[in-house]
């Protein structure tokens, strides 16, 4: 019986096989970890689960309540760096919480926050 490493045509099919679930951990990884970002879950805890259990850790990740409250418009979805605009108590103006004046009409508004030019001095 000749040997298999002697054939070069033939494939071992415990390779592919391999390269299938390979290919659907990062597949169903990278699933995982989108779906982390947009519930506010860590991504990187997820996408090692749904890398390595594939389609049964996708749909642990689904399962997973959100940890945060996020307004995340339907899409794609980043990690939010930015706080919520506050909305000007005059005209309703939607200005970042740390605005000294609304952008809409000019009226002097009270900052939530202090802004990072400020903290830089």
């Given at each position: 019986m000749p040997d298999e490493s002697s054939n070069p045509a033939r494939m071992n099919w415990l390779w592919l096989w391999f390269g299938f679930y390979i290919l659907s951990g990062l597949i169903f990884g990278g699933l995982s970890g989108?779906?982390?970002?947009?519930?506010?879950?860590?991504?990187?805890?997820?996408?090692?689960?749904?890398?390595?259990?594939s389609v049964a850790g996708y749909v642990y990740v689904l399962t997973r309540a959100s940890s945060v409250n996020q307004n995340v418009p339907a899409g794609l979805t980043k990690v939010p760096k930015t706080y919520a605009p506050a909305p000007c108590e005059k005209c309703g103006y939607a200005n970042h919480?740390?605005?000294?004046?609304?952008?809409?009409?000019?009226?002097r508004l009270h900052p939530a926050l202090a802004s990072d030019m400020d903290r830089l001095g």
């Open positions: 989108y779906v982390a970002v947009s519930k506010g879950l860590p991504p990187h805890l997820y996408f090692f689960i749904g890398f390595f259990l919480p740390a605005a000294k004046t609304c952008a809409g009409c000019g009226t």
